[in-house]
């Protein structure tokens, strides 16, 4: 069977110790067997790596940051539209998410599809909502609160019991076990995020993930849970392995069901001492390591580019336990021409 | 006291918890003990294979015996461990 050639735009292409999903989502769409993709690369630095990764990236078009507003993003958009013929973009970074969700008609209209999760999906299992979020759907979450000022941390000590965890609105948590390190966090972090900044119970325990992808009709795509192996000093994983845990997988599956969730997501869970599982956070698209998924037989991005298109997709039923993915950083050499070209022109 | 039954254990003495995705390495004694115990052998049925095939006494099989069950609920192998 002849694959079918379709361009995809992938942004987060900066595979960084703190990596965007966008190289392994590429690497597992150029592994496709019903796909034979074009990759366009959508950057906002002009280092990020993925740009100058030739053999999996064929062009990279430099875009507005959110903060620019969506006007000046759909007209960066309209301009790479009438250069390539891109059917379906796939964002990974929570901060673009909203601006996209915005301009996802007017994209449509340019013949670009996503699938993404709705304004209301977004909206209430954001970090700031979780509590209410677990209570709607069942599920535990550790107590949070949003705070606006660094005047409500010393009286945090009413609800909260030390070390707690200091989130931002998008990226970035740290633990802290005093007053003193909380205000430390909270000017860190919200002088890169804006406000607020949510105070979170931390739980003791194990950390679980599981990628998963849901159809927008309650319909579980696939899923497979990763416990991390190695965590980097910014929490991230940097090797995991495919475990076989039911207890989480049903979770994932009746979340999935009841929020009718639509797109890909992260579920981030604390197992404690006692087994008892805690919904640390939702991230609302396809986690970086992904590549992981795809190694263990479930190739989630080239399903959700299936669905971004209509095309039929056959939910993943099983996956391979005890695949591991360990990453590593890599060296590339890149002419100054290059870095000069995307600099000047915002393509390359 | 029985081992999960979803615990894989090699003959290298490499022991994977697929749920949790801990491993764990066991010396050869202790795969032997594992293998019997999954199999569903008792402790006098271990005892029994061990003084027979090793030269020990009785007092340090039952010790040894225990802290190794411990070590296993410890990491969650075993079905009693709640």
Redesign the interface.
């Known amino acids: 069977m002849d694959k079918k050639k379709i361009t995809v735009a992938v942004t987060g292409l900066n595979a960084v110790d703190n990596p965007g999903p966008g190289v392994p989502v590429i690497r597992a769409l150029k592994e496709s067997d019903y796909f034979d993709v074009r990759i366009i690369g959508f950057s906002y630095e002009s280092l990020e790596p993925g740009i100058y990764m030739h053999d999996i990236v064929d062009k990279t078009y430099q875009i507005p940051y959110p903060s620019a507003g969506t006007d000046s993003l759909l007209q960066r958009l309209e301009y790479i539209q009438e250069q390539e013929h891109i059917e379906v973009l796939i964002p990974n970074f929570d901060a673009e998410l909203y601006s996209f969700m915005k301009i996802e008609d007017s994209m449509k209209k340019l013949g670009i599809n996503m699938f993404l999760p709705t304004f209301e999906q977004f909206e209430e299992r954001h970090k700031v909502n979780l509590t209410a979020f677990g209570k709607k759907y069942g599920i535990k979450v550790p107590y949070d609160r949003a705070i606006f000022s660094t005047s409500e941390i010393f009286g945090l000590t009413a609800d909260f019991t030390y070390p707690v965890v200091v989130k931002g609105k998008y990226y970035d948590a740290s633990i802290a076990y005093n007053p003193e390190q909380v205000l430390t966090y909270f000017n860190k972090i919200s002088s890169k995020w804006g406000l607020p900044i949510i105070i979170q119970q931390f739980v003791y325990g194990?950390e679980y993930n599981v990628i998963a992808l849901g159809d927008g009709k309650g319909n579980t795509v696939g899923a497979v849970p990763?416990?991390k192996?190695f965590i980097t000093d910014k929490g991230k994983a940097w090797a995991?392995?495919?475990?076989?845990?039911q207890d989480l997988l049903k979770t994932t599956r009746e979340l999935i069901a009841k929020t009718k969730w639509r797109g890909g997501m992260e579920l981030e869970m604390m197992k404690t001492q006692d087994?008892e599982y805690y919904l640390i956070e939702i991230n609302p698209r396809i986690p970086a390591w992904v590549y992981l998924a795809v190694g263990a037989g479930q190739n989630l991005p080239e399903a959700l580019v299936k669905l971004a298109i209509g095309d039929e997709v056959k939910p993943y039923t099983e996956f391979k336990?005890?695949k591991m993915f360990i990453r590593y950083s890599w060296d590339m050499i890149v002419d100054l021409g290059e870095f000069e070209h995307i600099s000047t022109y915002g393509e390359l | 006291m029985k081992i999960k039954k979803?615990i894989a254990l090699s003959d290298t003495g490499f022991i994977?918890n697929?749920?949790?995705?801990?491993s764990f390495s066991v010396n050869p004694i202790g795969g032997e003990m594992l293998k019997m115990l999954k199999d569903g052998k008792d402790k006098d049925a271990i005892r029994d294979a061990i003084l027979e095939k090793y030269q020990t006494d009785d007092a340090t099989f039952e010790r040894d015996y225990y802290d190794f069950v411990n070590i296993l609920n410890h990491y969650h192998l075993t079905e009693i461990d709640?």
């Open positions: 194990s990763m416990r192996q995991g392995i495919a475990i076989d845990e087994n336990v005890g | 979803n994977f697929p749920s949790t995705g801990e709640g």
